[in-house]
């Protein structure tokens, strides 16, 4: 990383940064500077090697249980060799494979995609888009890392557990979750996954409250909030919605701890085990479904706004034109927000409440494709009349509008109640949420690092390498997840362990395997972004300031990036983010927010 | 060794591609700005051809695989679902069609190319109205069909369905009939214990009658009313080809009823498949045995349907009122078909003559099976085994697992209550893997049983074990679930 020199000339911006106090110089190690660093630059880079592992481990985790479901009659005496607690003669356990499943919920959903998604971007991207030096308080910044990174520690110490890691599936219902005497997992494996959880959320809500303040009180002079570009509108609701719904998340789990450790009956009520009355009275199961999707479906929307927001920055970047209906995006961001927060109960249709109840959840359910609509039809107006420059981040971002239509129109299947009942709890749920939140985020990510790696190291990605993984990727997740959606419909539940068991299940063999091989071979094409980002990171081309020739002000601070962002004064904003391609007769094609109006340009009343 | 060629194969590869796309690089830094932005447009036609090959892709498959997909609904609510289904299907897919085709030929029609200036537009209202208010109405006329279908699936039962109770556990449902009065006999918590689990209350007369079933047997285009519920965790009752489902919770009672309208003769016409049955499978994650739950459906005419229901006996006279006037009312539920003879015959209990009340045990279980015979006149034979059921080793060892105690106490106060009795343990294995050592490991079970029953008490001179390996399967090696059956270890009265 080249930040040594150049902040050694600059160590005199210390003093302007935030949270730094007096004026001293203080000389830095190793450990202050990329350890336990103050600097929202750094931390975002934190947040992202460690999503970047934790997407490793749980695609890992994919692999080994698509390889039981692909190849279920054959014996792998060699991963038996590795993995010698999860597999008994060749064969996967069920009770592994629950526990696989489930820790690979929980970590793509969670770790990967929602803190390390978030945490990079809105760390690398928030005080540098909107004129800051740092956050608003870089400790809480930092700690809120150190709280993920815990979290992970516990999460993956459960994995050697000796009766296994949680395994009642990433929604752990109780009472399955509750009573170890209905599964290995539920017995210390699920304690770890709770405590894990309980430090997660306060990771959450460390960032998730500095990124709103940072967003709110530190923006630059003449950034308005209408002048702000859209990652950080998406990044700013994200952190809202975080802040409203994870709490929630809290006393659901913390509940469940009762129920589990102090005999409370919360969540449980007349249970019988062994023809065995359990003590617990007066609980209810549904309780907690509806606790858990209260922060369950603004969760999924934690996931995809930030991606969206990336996504809508990119296309307008690369395709030399405004963003289309700027405002539109911002309010169906808005819709999104306030909407996604009353939708929860569609996860529990069948789960017996009343159906008054369904129905009034059938209607905000599809209300919420509104907005979702509005905004493929404004990033395809975007792209149309452009002239698009095919770079990596363009071709990711354009990979994940595909993704998000064709796993968004499956959610209008879902969310109907009616057809619901027959999809619920099958493989066609299993591919709409991969392919609309799984896929679509993990290629908004891609297309925000390929975008933002110079702002972050300096440097340009390998663009062939860049290429080869688009394809393998793009190509492989709709042979993966497409046919799911098939298998759903034959009736095939999820998170079964073996199709061979129920005969009207098991004409699917095929199709399995097919799945499972492409599946390895995503897995190992991921390795090629791998290798193109840590060589890029110190051998790629150097990048210029500005690579892209966006308008955004990240591009105006020294690309070397220093501590406190800018040299001297910050910029001034004048401008809107997005005026690309406006003066036809100019051969240049993007003005900078920074510019500042001409005569001609204030009299047109839209859109500075 | 075939997997250290394909890791080298692999890292081969990789070196090739990181070296092309090195040369890549190269090439670009030498180049001239101007040149350089001339690359802009190159990965136009690959995307796009991408796009359009994915695009066919999923068109064609739909086709491909509709064929394998569930039959025809078979039931008047199924018909609701699929028609809506069948509605949203195509206006889905003509968006998906059109905004994917958009989308990759945009890319490539408007790629960048030197000189091209992007039209700057950034805002129509008369745009950004219509493509609100379209996806408003269609979603309107769709929410508004699948409400009405919705309250009219959720709508209270006719009052001549016939009414059933299942009731998931672990990982089995069992059903119960409501008998010739319609009414099912009431339940109450405070009444479950192991001889009955659901908690009937036998005083209820409306109880006397019901019976429990071993398949669901329905008339065709009768109502049918179900009663769901669950005794541990949560299950759920998902019957694919009536397109019906529902959770079943346990202490929150759930319902659900349908119109089946197709028999299971006619469906095997149907499917040209003459082993065609419906199913009821579970569809929510209850444990690791959750993928096998499962229940035969057999949807029949009224007159078949009134003869098997004829044929049914009561459970409370076969099996609670016997136990009753023997003095030993503790009957489970669970499993009835296969116990109700022989639970009848003697009446026992799961409590020994020594007062000492068997922990855990179920009928079916190897206990009951095990007194049952030995009470029974039936001769000391080498061929009658009774599998342990509830006998765990750490994987590869001959080491038991804790858990293994509760039934081994058992076995050892069975021993006591008979003391005439003596017996031989067996141990054996499935056919995977070494002979020789499945052999030996299944030996060393079996005499780790032997050991552990001495320990608790059995003298010595009274157990046998030996170990058979793979001999005497009693499932297929060919499936996991077989497999596991053969991995066992069973018990035989030499003497009694
Ligand atoms: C067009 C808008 C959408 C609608 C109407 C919709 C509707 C639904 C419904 C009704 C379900 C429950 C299905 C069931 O369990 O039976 C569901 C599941 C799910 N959806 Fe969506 N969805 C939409 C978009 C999204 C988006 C944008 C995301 C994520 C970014 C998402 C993520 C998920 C996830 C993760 C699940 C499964 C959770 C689980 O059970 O494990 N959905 N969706
Ligand atoms: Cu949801
Ligand atoms: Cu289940």
Redesign the interface.
Known sequence: MQTTTVHETHADVHVHGPGHGGGHHHTETFISKYIFSLDHKTIGKQFLIMGMAWAIIGGFMSVLFRVQLGWPDETFPVLERIFSTWFTDGKLNPEAYYSLITMHGTIMVFFVLTASLSGTFANVLIPLQIGARDMASPLMNALSFWFFFIAGVVMFASLFLPTGAASAGWTIYPPLSALPQTSPGSGNGMTFWLIAMVLFVASTLLGGLNYVSTVLNMRTKGMTMFRLPLTVWALFFTAIIGILSFPVLVSCVVLLIFDRGLGTSFYLSNIVIGGKALPYAGGSPILFQHLFWFLGHPEVYIIILPAMGMVSEILAVHSRKPIFGYKAMIFSILGITVLGFIVWAHHMYLSGMNPFLGSVFTLFTLLIAIPSAVKVFNWLTTLWRGNIRITPPSMFAIGFVSMFISGGLTGIWLGNSTIDIQLHDTYFVVAHFHIVMGIAAFFGMFAGIYHWFPRMFGRMMNETMAYIHFAITFIGAYLIFWPMHFIGLAGVPRRYYSFNEIEAFSQYGDLNKLISVATIIVFLGQFLFLVNFFWSMYRGRKSVQNPWQANTLEWTSPIEGIHGNWDGELPTVHRWPYDYSRDPNSDIDFIPQTVPLTEEEKKDKIHH | MA?ILGLLT?VLL?IV??Q???A??LI??LRSGDEHEES?????L??SF??F??LI??IV??FV?AP???PKPASEQ?V??ND??NI?IV??GV??II??V???W??YK????KG?????????NK??VA??VV??IV?TF??GF??Q???K??SPAPKDAVLIEATG??YAWSIRYSGADHTLGKRD??L????N?L?INWNDAASHDDFMADEIVLPVNKPVSIN?GA????H?F?L??F?????A???????LWFRPTITTEEMKKETNNP?F?Y?V????????????M?KKVRVVSQEEYEKWFSEQKSYYTTVVKPAMESGAFKM?VSEVAENTAAASANGFSGKLSTGFELV?A?NGGVENKLVTFIQSDKQVAKDIWFSFDRLLFE??KSTLKPSSQEQLKNISEIMKAFPAVEIKLGGYT?N??DQKANLKLSDSRAKAVMAELIKLGVAANRIKAEGYGDQFPVATN????G?QQNRRIDIRVTKK
Not at chain 2, 40 to 44: D, S, T, V, W
Not at chain 2, 249 to 255: D, I, K, L, M, N
Request: charged letters at 15%; a neutral charge; glycine letters at 8%.
């Open positions: 997997i692999l990789y591609i990181v092309i796309s090195k890549s690089d670009k830094s802009f447009g190159n990965g136009a690959f995307t991408i796009g090959a994915v892709y999923s498959t739909c695989y394998t997909m569930l199924g609701w679902i809506l289904m949203t206006l889905t968006v998906f905004t994917q958009l989308l990759f945009f890319v408007y790629h960048y190319r091209r200036k992007a039209y700057f537009f950034a805002d129509n745009l950004e493509w609100t996806p408003a979603l769709l929410i699948g409400i279908k919705w309250f699936i959720f556990k672990q918590f405070s479950v214990n192991p001889d689990e908690g769901v005794l541990d965790v949560i759920n998902w694919p080809h397109r019906l489902m529902m959770s919770v346990p202490g929150v009672p759930t319902h082993n049955e199913v499978a579970c569809n929510k994650l209850c444990g690791s045995g959750h993928y096998n499962k489970p855990g179920v994987t590869g499935d995977v893997g060919e499936t996991d679930a497999r």
